[in-house]
């Protein structure tokens, strides 16, 4: 019975693993984020060894994150970029339509339904990274991809959207739960972003099987 306590193959610690692999690949998200601009290369790395390490079986979580985060540098940055300017000018719309509402029904009225809306492009954007990461794509291939994505799969970019901006509330009333609340978003956002991702992973998978590049559109 020890031996079965103790073997590494046992499910109590595998569970354990798991879990101490989402506290690591948070710390390393976190780390790897504070540049800002590399935000999008730190995400697709850190839903890409997800997927990998904590929903599948692979044990090589460090390895995979770094070797995602180096592989999708550039585009990611770049992506991060075009993604922090768009949502800045989203923003200052929002604070100028707060101030609206604040002084009429008919502004908060549109206040409201402004920030009911928000939730697409928020959508749109928790797409990038995991699409970078699962494919190969220029910085304006990745942009459209995943808007005709979001538009296509409407009710899965609302889903992620709420659960991005839930972790986004959680934060503000209990900073602690950063240590594990990004590795936990990503794999909630695998739960729906997988079922979209799998026939192009399939076709993607077909076409390199039979000689074809690595560059895959959506």
């Known amino acids: 019975m020890a031996g079965g306590i103790f073997n590494p193959e046992n499910d109590i610690w595998r569970l354990l693993g798991k879990l101490t692999d989402l506290i690591i690949l948070s710390v390393f998200w976190l780390v790897c984020s504070l540049p800002v601009f590399t935000l999008g290369p730190a995400t697709a790395a850190l839903y890409h060894t997800v997927v990998r ?4 079986d692979d044990r090589s979580s460090w390895s995979l ?3 995602t985060f180096r592989d999708n ?12 300017a768009a949502g800045g000018l989203l923003l200052l719309l929002h604070g100028l339509l707060y101030q609206l509402g604040s002084a009429s ?3 908060f009225v549109l206040y409201m339904g402004y920030t009911f809306l928000l939730l697409l492009p928020l959508g749109m954007a928790c797409f990038l990274f995991p699409v970078l990461s699962r494919f190969t794509f220029g910085v304006a291939g990745l942009l459209s991809s995943c808007v005709r994505l979001a538009m296509a799969h409407l009710p899965s970019t609302l889903a992620v959207a ?22 936990v978003t990503a794999l909630l956002h695998s739960l729906f972003l997988e079922r979209i991702f799998a026939p192009y992973v399939r076709a993607q998978a077909g076409t390199e099987g039979n000689g074809g590049g690595e560059d895959q559109g959506l």
């Open 65 to 67: 994150f770094f070797r």
């Open 162 to 183: 709420v659960i991005f901006y839930l972790a986004q509330t959680v934060f503000l009333y209990l900073p602690v739960t950063m240590a594990v609340l990004p590795a």
């Open 53 to 56: 390490c904590i929903r599948g």
């Open 105 to 107: 029904r008919a502004g």
């Open 73 to 84: 540098f550039k585009v990611g940055a770049l992506a991060t970029l075009a993604v922090l």
